[in-house]
């Protein structure tokens, strides 16, 4: 029970700081493009919640995350860019292409705001529950999933690139100018979605903690570490792994959602197969079974993004590539992980630590 107890204060204590951190210090103390800059990479944080859920504790290696957040993000884009045409408008890209006379049949229901936000998170949700109907009765798991989950990723992004007249295309669904009444352009309303981005954050942290705290958390290990011993003893592993994998897919969906008025623009290039590993880089840097890993790992990847790819542009991909191997292959814990190995070596007896020196040494 003190333990518990001293988990759950320690659990509080690090969202108190959390949120002071994220609500006081970072917008007192970056300046207006920066802190637009952090709330990017808060949605990417986003995701990472839910792959720390889905792989980290499921084992489900979700390379295809991109869809879900491209799902979020182009239904809230789609809402956004009908509000800046106004009513009885197109919006301006189909305008501008002249191939649509009248609001496309399926852009019709996002007029309407409460039904947009409500898909942002449930649409995301629905496609997750379908799929992962198929592929988890199917029992496809391992390599084969992640490769699957990828493959959906590159073709949403490829049926997107050729429906220009209905979703931008290549270029998507570009300058966004308002968000539900408030203009982007004001430094106070871009704040304004920075604090929505960040309790958002927290909320999902929150949630996803509390799953993984619970029975439910623990089964999804269980099926994590011996799918064969879980359904032995009555429960059906598929289940186990669809809740968590549409949990991750929802909690993307409202990072793709948040991201729109964040950046202003939701495009093929975002959810593709690139970005959609971007996800999995970032989760597994800081260390995909912890959450603050995740969540730190994620905000520093995409801010290396950031640094390093203005000053190698040619070399970042590959740095990005080598950066996965060396944590997947030499700390799959992630960064997260060492702060674990460092306490349990020093509780270690003697003759453990000394049994640890290799042999070429101890001879």
């Given amino acids: 029970m003190n333990v518990l107890t001293g988990r759950s204060a320690r659990a509080w204590a690090g969202f108190a700081g959390a949120a002071v951190v994220l609500f006081a210090i970072a917008p007192l103390a970056l300046s207006d493009f920066r802190l637009g800059l952090l709330a990017k990479y808060l949605c990417t944080a986003m995701v990472a919640v839910g792959i720390c859920l889905a792989w980290g504790r499921g084992g489900l290696l979700t390379l ?10 182009y239904a809230m884009a789609m809402h956004l860019k009908i509000a800046d045409a106004g009513p009885g408008n197109l919006p301006d890209f189909m305008q501008l292409y002249g191939t649509a006379t009248e609001l496309p049949w399926w852009w019709k229901p996002f007029e309407n705001p409460a039904f947009a936000l409500a898909a942002t998170v449930l649409l995301p949700m629905a496609v997750a529950a379908l799929l992962g109907l198929f592929i ?26 050729g429906q220009q007249a209905t979703t931008g295309g ?10 539900f009444g408030y203009s982007l352009d004001d430094p106070v309303n871009q704040r304004m979605v920075y604090f929505v981005i960040a309790a958002a954050l927290l909320l999902l942290m929150a949630i996803a903690r509390q799953l993984i705290n619970s029975r439910y958390g623990e089964l999804l290990v269980a099926v994590r570490d011996s799918e064969e011993r879980v359904r ?35 495009s093929p290039a975002l959810i593709g197969i690139v970005p959609s590993i971007e996800f999995v880089i970032g989760a597994a840097v800081g260390g995909r ?75």
């Fill in 64 to 73: 295809g995350q991109g869809v879900f957040f491209g799902l979020g993000g």
């Fill in 232 to 266: 032995f003893l009555g429960y059906d592993p598929a289940n186990v792994k669809l809740v968590a994998y549409v949990v991750a897919a929802g909690m993307a969906g409202l990072a793709g959602a948040l991201f729109v008025p964040a950046v202003g623009i939701i």
């Fill in 136 to 161: 988890f009765r199917r029992r496809v798991k391992g390599a084969y999933f992640a490769i699957l989950s990828q493959a959906l990723a590159a073709a949403l992004a490829i049926w997107l690139i």
């Fill in 289 to 363: 079974a912890s959450l603050v890993g995740a969540v730190l790992g994620a905000v520093a990847v995409a801010w290396a993004k950031t640094a390093l790819s203005e000053e190698f542009p040619a070399a970042w991909t590959y740095f990005q590539g080598l950066l996965f191997i060396v944590a997947l292959a030499f700390l799959p814990g992630g960064l997260a992980s060492l702060a674990v190995l460092v306490r349990r070596r020093r509780k270690a007896p003697p003759a453990q630590k000394t049994a640890a020196v290799p042999l070429g040494e101890a001879a």
């Fill in 170 to 179: 290549t270029n998507g669904l570009t300058d966004i100018q308002g968000f």
